[in-house]
């Protein structure tokens, strides 16, 4: 069933950086930002010019505000270790601060697949950590995690509709029109349903899990600003301050 993209793809239509929306699927409430990677600046943060880790949206904020520009939708990026470190691959404005993983391990990022998000000049795609390993694709910036929520239209193989294990969720995907779909789930939900979501309302062939708990989203135009303890890699969209 893709009534709620159907409706959520008219109302983005000609959206020059991201607009999101509030929906249901299946019984739970999403937040849902598309974003044209064509048309919008879309880029990682983690650390200041000073080599500390910013790891607040506030704090990116401040550092866009220099030039004279703001975040305009951004959620957490990718897993990182308790110092902030990210867990994976990660790279930031063509520069490699963390190398790529492609053993499993423990964990939801080492459940195996797991995968990348690769922003490129124009585009955005999400590959498999092998595959992107095999491609090594050029990309300004990149953020490794796990696990992968689609695969080639396939959910994670591990992934139980009847599983108890739930939890706040969010995840990016890239539809077959090359949208880039930044979606957080607004209550606790398994990973088998978030992951149809991906699939079954926005056609993304691959959809890449972010994180759980610690999961959160800026959308001024929701009114939205999650709190929480500092992150570490920050995934965000860019405009003029206005």
């Known amino acids: 069933m893709r009534t709620a993209a159907v409706v959520l793809t008219a109302l983005f239509a000609g959206a020059a950086q991201a607009d999101c929306r509030d929906l249901t699927f299946d019984g739970a409430s999403f937040t849902a930002c598309r974003v044209d990677p064509a048309t919008a600046d879309i880029r990682l943060w983690l650390r200041g010019p000073d080599g500390g880790i910013l790891g607040t949206f506030d704090r990116v904020n401040d550092l866009l ?3 004279g520009k703001r975040l305009a939708v951004a959620m957490n990026g990718g897993m990182y270790h308790d110092d902030r470190r990210p867990v994976g691959h ?53 953020t490794q995690s796990g696990p992968m929520l689609v695969t080639g239209g396939v959910l994670h193989p591990r992934f139980l509709p009847d599983s108890t294990s739930r939890n706040i969720r969010n995840g990016i995907g890239v539809s077959e029109d090359g949208m880039l779909w930044m979606v957080i789930s607004n ?26 708990s610690v999961s959160r989203l800026h959308a001024p135009e929701l009114g939205r600003h999650d709190p929480g303890f500092p992150m570490g890699p920050i995934l965000g969209t860019v405009v003029a301050a206005d």
């Open 90 to 142: 990660y790279v930031e404005d063509g520069v490699e601060e963390m190398r790529l993983v492609t053993n499993a391990g423990p964990g939801n990022f080492g459940l195996l697949p797991n995968g990348v998000l690769c922003l490129g000049e124009g585009r955005a795609v999400v590959l498999e950590s092998r595959a992107y390993d095999r491609a090594r694709p050029v990309c300004r910036h990149a």
């Open 65 to 67: 505000g220099q030039d």
């Open 187 to 212: 209550e606790a939900v398994t990973f088998h349903h978030f992951a149809r979501l991906f699939r079954d309302e926005f056609a993304t062939p691959d959809a890449l899990y972010l994180d759980g």
